[in-house]
């Protein structure tokens, strides 16, 4: 999840059904949300400056 309080539906549903499904769970977010304890990776800093990076990162590991 990136740059959500998870407190109000349905983002609030979203992280709880992809970990029931198996899901690895990041959070980016500036502050604290209800699933920071159940997340497998949290970033609290802004959205601009952890997502390009990791996307950046996805795609080279997708290409090997």
Do not use: W, Y
């Not at 949300?33 to 802004?46: I, V």
């Not at 952890?50 to 090997?64: F, G, H, S, T």
């Amino acid at each position: 999840m990136a740059g959500s309080s998870l407190v109000v539906r349905p983002a609030h549903d979203m992280p709880s059904v992809a970990l029931r499904s198996g899901a690895r769970l990041v959070i980016i977010n500036q502050g604290e949300t209800p699933m920071d304890r159940s997340c497998h990776l949290h970033f609290e800093e802004a959205i601009g400056e952890v997502l390009p990076q990791a996307v950046k990162r996805l795609i080279e590991l997708m290409k090997n």
